[in-house]
């Protein structure tokens, strides 16, 4: 999964974790991927865009982005633009250990993830939904009785509330836009059939372009050739299957590969471990701290 242009930052060793980010961009982000949900609420600043899987959106102030495990984003500013953000990083597992069957904490990371909107736009709810998380950065500076059991009780808050608002379709989704719809309507197109067979000639014949020419295009958009973005998906689906209690042949299987000798040395090479020790937690990425 690591291409030029294209890579996996960030990381998480806890089962969460907080930001509060002030400064102004100093560099520009390539598209990049983790191997960990992440929520960013943009607070305010100059105009910004975010971009996620190939389609871009205008922030305004208070909009939450969802960012599911394995999409690629980037935030998109001029150098030296104010950018007021939080970011909450959120561990899957540690989110479906502390679920229940009526209860899937990861619920508005799926549902973002299968429905193609990543961008929720908060309106005069702004203060309900915040509130939790500056709650939790009040926690994380002033430690005391009961830490864990609030921290923990603060980020299931923000996700309910945040899924019962997806849900009830109070909190409206923000219009996107893209710098080329054909590539966003195939990377839409792949994530939907993620686990089935997809080939270069059927994916050009279906979207009315040449092979070659869409191929140029997909790694234009998204520093990532077809093949690199399926596999890396794919793995990271196997993964989610495997940390679940899925049999690591039958987790091979159910995410679209059919070589489990194959999948074993891609997936070695995607996570520095092999798919017996993916159990152990170990999210380490390139960098410490995300845009």
């Given at each position: ?10 990381y998480?060793?806890?089962d969460f ?14 598209w990049h991927?983790?191997?960990?949900h992440?929520?960013?609420?943009y ?9 996620i ?14 960012v599911?495990?394995g ?8 150098l030296?633009?104010?950018?007021d953000r ?19 904490l ?8 299968e ?72 990377l ?14 059927d ?32 793995l990271?689906?196997a ?36 798919p ?16």
């Open positions: 999964m690591e291409q030029p242009g294209y890579e996996k930052r960030g998480l060793r806890e974790r907080l930001f509060h980010l002030t400064a102004s961009m100093t560099e520009t982000v390539g991927y983790h191997a960990f992440k929520l960013c609420v607070l305010g600043g100059d105009a910004i865009r975010y971009g899987e190939g389609r871009s959106y205008a922030l305004e102030p208070g909009d939450m982005i969802l599911p495990q999409c690629v984003h980037r935030p998109e500013a001029p030296g633009a104010a950018y939080m970011l909450l990083y959120l561990s899957p597992e540690y989110l479906r250990s502390i679920s229940t069957e009526e209860t899937a990861e619920t508005c990371f799926l549902q973002a993830a429905e193609f909107h990543f961008v929720i736009r908060t309106g005069r709810r702004n203060g309900t939904l915040l509130e939790p998380l500056f709650a939790l950065e009040r926690t994380f500076a002033r430690p005391g009785f009961g830490q864990t059991m609030l921290e923990q009780a603060l980020v299931a808050q923000v996700l309910i509330s945040l899924t019962r608002g997806m849900q009830e379709q109070v909190l409206p989704f923000a219009s996107a836009s893209a710098a080329d719809e054909k590539i966003a309507a195939i839409q197109y792949l994530a939907c059939h993620l686990t089935e067979p997809v080939s270069i000639d994916l050009a014949a279906k979207f009315y372009i040449s092979k070659y020419h869409m191929m140029r295009r997909f790694r234009a958009q998204t520093g990532y050739t077809i093949h690199a973005y399926l596999t890396g998906k794919r990271m689906l993964r989610e299957k495997i940390a679940s209690g899925v049999p690591m042949m039958e987790a091979a299987c159910k995410s679209g590969f059919g070589d489990y000798s194959a999948f074993s040395r891609a997936y070695r090479k995607q996570f520095g471990q092999s017996r020790a993916s159990c152990q937690k170990d999210f380490s990425g390139k960098n410490g701290k995300d845009t």
